[in-house]
């Protein structure tokens, strides 16, 4: 399984962006997609993660201001991210398993800047 993320870039504080990782390859036993980031200097954290039937968990810090969505056809997953805050500066990394996460498969990071 490869997963392709992209979307990352340099936004203002109060600012939107959005979140894309494609899976490929076996990825039909994948039911579990999400994201985790990692600010300099801190531990890899959990953000958000959608199961195949659209059930979703989201970290404290994100409630309300991101959301996570899937398309199951496409293999893909989204976060849409609004209102985004200089601690949300952060490397997002897409992440998919087959029953929990973190799942096995890591797709590149994409790098999220949110200035003040």
């Known amino acids: 399984v490869q997963l392709q993320a992209s979307g990352g870039g340099l936004v203002q504080a109060g600012g939107s962006l959005r979140l894309s990782c494609a899976a490929s390859g076996s990825s039909f036993s994948i039911r579990i997609m999400g994201w985790y980031r990692q600010a300099p200097g801190e531990q890899r954290e959990l953000v958000a993660h959608?199961?195949?039937?659209?059930?979703?968990r989201y970290t404290d810090s994100v409630k309300g201001r991101f959301t996570i969505s899937r398309d199951n056809a496409k293999n893909t997953v989204y976060l849409q991210m609004n209102n985004l805050k200089p601690e949300d500066t952060a490397v997002y990394y897409c992440?998919?398993?087959?029953?929990?996460?973190?799942?096995?498969?890591w797709g590149q990071g994409t790098k999220v800047t949110v200035s003040s």
């Open positions: 959608i199961s195949k039937g659209g059930n979703t």
């Open positions: 992440n998919a398993g087959v029953m929990t996460m973190p799942g096995n498969y």
